[in-house]
């Protein structure tokens, strides 16, 4: 096992990466920017570094400083949290190279899935369902048209280094796709330095599911069930849950053991996340792997008892699963709300500033995972997540109420959260009854 692991992040990720390692007995190196000088959970770390100025750019993304920071701290470990550097192939390279383990896949499986369309390919080969459409890159407006007329209107032209919803695009019509195809590959050789696009089906009314998986170094694959994140805005989730809601037996069966075989191909080891979109007839595609542990993980570690980080700390480190799939069951209802540091009534226009006055909400089922405190002051150069709550329950409807009593305890002054919209989506007969897609908090609360 390691003896010291540097958390290359910030904030809640950051906390919750130190607990993780204190209760595995691995001491921590923080890294921290100008902007979060101070912040109170470094004193949490065994030693924190500064690593630059604020803007992330010049701090949580420089990566010689950060081997500097490991290098110097004593570190044998790098855990890269979510965001940032965390699926940097090139990052997770340095750190091989510098005798450090990357807490996290290698960076031949990072960069084969980080590739939409090789994800694809590899889905395909793994009789993974995908959504119809091209075989592989398009080349030619030609093709485009070609393919597009055989799958039917309307289509998705997707960048194959995009994902998380960058560089997509929709054609509607064929008079369309030509212009599409040029403006998607011109956005994406600006945006990611590669043009590359694929073709798919533009599935509509979506929901968003996601497997979690964990893998070992010994070609051990499990799935820890599935989640349902069909609660977002403009591509930010808002509320993820497990299970999900509106799958039938047999097809949460078959998405999660999808998930599996994707994973099995890849030779992927670590924590990682298969994303899937739903139809409204439960049909399942593959969308894309996101190879780092991700904000929603608590609600997986809800229903099934399992500490995600540390497992995924003690795969890196080369341990074998402890458990096998039949060992792993989803017990009762999780769900998350993200708190955010946003307003809700102003198009979700970021609030950074000091929190005058902050109570924590608890109790029977709750959990509060946040680096915030009263006297603590947003930073603005980040993210603006503050925290994530989260209720485990026996049913859903239970975990719907102990949300909303959750949310009604959490007080926090002096900056707006998304804890006040939380309660306008939990108590929609849409959401509670399950009629949303991932179009649906934009089309009806906005
Ligand atoms: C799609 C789709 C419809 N059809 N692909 C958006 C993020 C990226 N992971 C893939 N995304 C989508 N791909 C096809 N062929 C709709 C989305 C999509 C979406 C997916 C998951 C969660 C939220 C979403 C919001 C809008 C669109």
Request: glycine share 8%; aromatic share 6%.
């Given at each position: 096992?390691f ?28 890294i ?6 101070g912040?109170?959970?470094?004193d ?23 081997i500097?920071?490991?290098?110097v ?15 940097n192939?090139?990052?997770?390279e340095?750190v ?6 990357f ?25 993974v ?15 485009a ?18 994902g ?30 590669n043009?590359?696009v ?7 009314q979506?929901r ?8 070992d170094?010994?070609?051990n694959?499990?799935?820890?069930w599935e ?17 999900a ?27 990682g996340?298969?994303e899937?979109?739903v139809?409204k007839?439960?049909?399942?595609y593959?969308?894309e ?10 609600v997986?570690?809800?229903v ?8 995924q ?15 792993i ?17 102003k198009?979700?226009?970021?609030c950074?500033?000091k ?7 608890g ?12 006297g ?14 989260i ?8 975990a ?12 926090i ?17 849409d959401?509670?009854?399950?009629r949303?897609?991932?179009k ?7």
């Amino acid at each position: 096992m390691f003896n010291r692991v540097l958390i290359a992040n910030r904030g809640e990720i950051a906390l919750r990466v130190i607990r993780a390692c204190k209760e595995l007995g691995i001491e921590t190196v923080a890294i921290f920017s100008e902007a979060d000088r101070g912040s109170r959970y470094l004193d949490l770390a065994d030693e924190a570094f500064c690593v630059g100025n604020p803007r992330s750019v010049d701090s949580y993304l420089r990566i010689r400083e950060i081997i500097a920071a490991a290098e110097v701290g004593g570190a044998d470990a790098i855990h890269p949290g979510f965001g940032f550097l965390s699926e940097n192939a090139h990052f997770n390279e340095v750190v091989r190279d510098s005798n450090i383990t990357f807490i996290g896949p290698s960076p031949e499986a990072m960069q084969m899935l980080g590739d939409k369309n090789s994800a694809r390919e590899i889905a395909k080969q793994a009789n993974v369902p995908v959504v119809p459409g091209s075989d592989g890159l398009i080349e030619s407006p030609q093709e485009a048209i070609a393919t597009a007329r055989q799958i039917g209107f309307p289509v998705l032209i997707k960048a194959t280094a995009g994902g998380g919803g960058k560089g997509m695009r929709v054609a509607t019509e064929e008079s369309m796709l030509e212009n599409a195809l040029e403006q998607a590959m011109n956005e994406a050789k600006a945006a990611f330095g590669n043009p590359g696009v694929y073709l798919e089906k533009y599935v509509e009314q979506p929901r968003h599911v996601e497997v979690q998986i964990i893998a070992d170094k010994h070609g051990n694959v499990v799935h820890l069930w599935e989640r349902d994140c069909s609660t977002q805005r403009r591509h930010q989730k808002l509320i993820e849950e497990s299970p999900a809601p509106t799958l039938p037996e047999e097809v949460r069966k078959a998405i999660c053991e999808s998930a599996v075989r994707l994973v099995k191909a890849a030779k992927y080891y670590n924590a990682g996340t298969v994303e899937f979109i739903v139809d409204k007839h439960h049909n399942f595609y593959f969308i894309e792997v996101n190879a780092r542990i991700q904000v929603e993980h608590p609600v997986t570690e809800m229903v099934t008892g399992i500490d995600l980080i540390k497992q995924q700390i003690r795969v890196a480190a080369g341990e074998k699963l402890p458990f096998k799939q039949k060992d792993i069951a989803c017990r009762g209802v999780a769900i998350e709300c993200r708190i955010n540091a946003e307003d809700g009534d102003k198009n979700f226009q970021p609030c950074p500033g000091k929190i005058e006055e902050m109570f924590a909400p608890g109790g029977f089922g709750v959990r509060f995972d946040s680096h915030a405190h009263p006297g603590y002051s947003v930073p603005p150069y980040y993210d603006s997540m503050i925290g994530k709550l989260i209720v485990h329950q026996p049913t859903r409807a239970e975990a719907i109420a102990c949300m909303l009593r959750a949310l009604a305890e959490l007080r926090i002054k002096g900056i707006k959260t998304t804890a006040e919209f939380h309660k306008k989506i939990l108590t929609h007969p849409d959401w509670i009854e399950n009629r949303i897609d991932t179009k649906w908090v934009e089309r009806t609360l906005l």
